[in-house]
T-cell receptor, first 115, second 116 residues
Framework: DQQVKQNSPSLSVQEGRISILNCDYTNSMFDYFLWYKKYPAEGPTFLISISSIKDKNEDGRFTVFLNKSAKHLSLHIVPSQPGDSAVYFCAAWDNSGGSNYKLTFGKGTLLTVNP | GAGVSQSPSNKVTEKGKDVELRCDPISGHTALYWYRQSLGQGLEFLIYFQGNSAPDKSGLPSDRFSAERTGGSVSTLTIQRTQQEDSAVYLC??????????????FGNGTRLTVT
C-alpha cells in the first residue's frame, strides 16, 4: 500500500529547460510535504517543503506546487543545471496523529540534466 | 558543522552472520530515525527514537532486527542472522523533534549492506 507515489522512475531534460517532477499521494491526512535530493553514495538532503495550507512555495530555482483536491504535488526546477542530476524523493507527513514523526517517502525519480 | 555520521559506509557479510550499524546524530537533535532503501524502492521506515521515550519499533521487518540509542545520542542497529533480503542501504537521520513543527530530517550517507 504505497501512500506516496512517484510514477516516473526517470526524467531527462536539457540544461536550461524546466524539470517537472510529479508526486501523488493517497492519504488525505498528509498535511506537510517535502522534497529530498539524493546523489549516489550520499544520504538524501532536504530541498524544499510545503504546508497543506499553501499551494505554492518557491526557493530560488525550485518551486513546489500543491493541489490538495487532486492529492498531487510537483517540483519545478528552472532553469535546470547538470548539477541537478540526482534522485528526487517526495515525502509526506501526517501531523494529526500520534505518529507524526513518520515521514512517508515515494520511490524516487532519477533526473538527468543533459549539458 | 558536523552532520549525521554513519559507520561503516559499506559492509559485506555472509548469510547468517550478525552485523552492527552505527549512527552518530547531529548534536542537539533529540529525534533519531533509521530507514532502509532496498534496490528500486523508496525509503522504508524502520525505527524512531525521541528523547527518553519508548522507541517506535513498528517498522522493523522481523525480530532479527533491533536498535538501541545510548545516552540519547549514538544509535546502533543490529541485524542478527543476516539474510540476503537484508541487503540494502541503511540510512540514519536525526531532527530537532518530531513532525513538521520541527526541522526536516537530516540524513547520513548510509551503510550499504551486502549479504552474500
Amino acid at each position: 500500500d504505497q501512500q506516496v507515489k512517484q510514477n516516473s522512475p526517470s526524467l531527462s531534460v536539457q540544461e536550461g529547460r524546466i524539470s517537472i517532477l510529479n508526486c501523488d499521494y493517497t492519504n488525505s491526512m498528509f498535511d506537510y510535504f517535502l522534497w529530498y535530493k539524493k546523489y549516489p553514495a550520499e544520504g538524501p538532503t532536504f530541498l524544499i517543503s510545503i504546508s497543506s495550507i499553501k499551494d505554492k512555495n518557491e526557493d530560488g530555482r525550485f518551486t513546489v506546487f500543491l493541489n490538495k483536491s487532486a492529492k498531487h504535488l510537483s517540483l519545478h526546477i528552472v532553469p535546470s543545471q547538470p548539477g541537478d542530476s540526482a534522485v528526487y524523493f517526495c515525502a509526506a507527513w501526517d501531523n494529526s496523529g500520534g505518529s507524526n514523526y513518520k515521514l512517508t517517502f515515494g520511490k524516487g525519480t532519477l533526473l538527468t540534466v543533459n549539458p | 558543522g558536523a552532520g549525521v555520521s554513519q559507520s561503516p559506509s559499506n559492509k559485506v557479510t555472509e548469510k547468517g552472520k550478525d552485523v552492527e550499524l552505527r549512527c552518530d546524530p547531529i548534536s542537539g537533535h533529540t529525534a533519531l530515525y533509521w530507514y532502509r532503501q532496498s534496490l528500486g524502492q523508496g525509503l522504508e521506515f524502520l525505527i524512531y527514537f525521541q528523547g527518553n521515550s519508548a522507541p517506535d519499533k513498528s517498522g522493523l521487518p522481523s525480530d532479527r532486527f533491533s536498535a538501541e540509542r545510548t545516552g540519547g545520542s549514538v544509535s546502533t542497529l543490529t541485524i542478527q542472522r543476516t539474510q540476503q533480503e537484508d541487503s540494502a542501504v541503511y540510512l540514519c537521520a536525526s531532527s530537532l523533534g518530531a513532525g513538521a513543527n520541527n526541522s526536516p530530517l537530516h540524513f547520513g550517507n548510509g551503510t550499504r549492506l551486502t549479504v552474500t
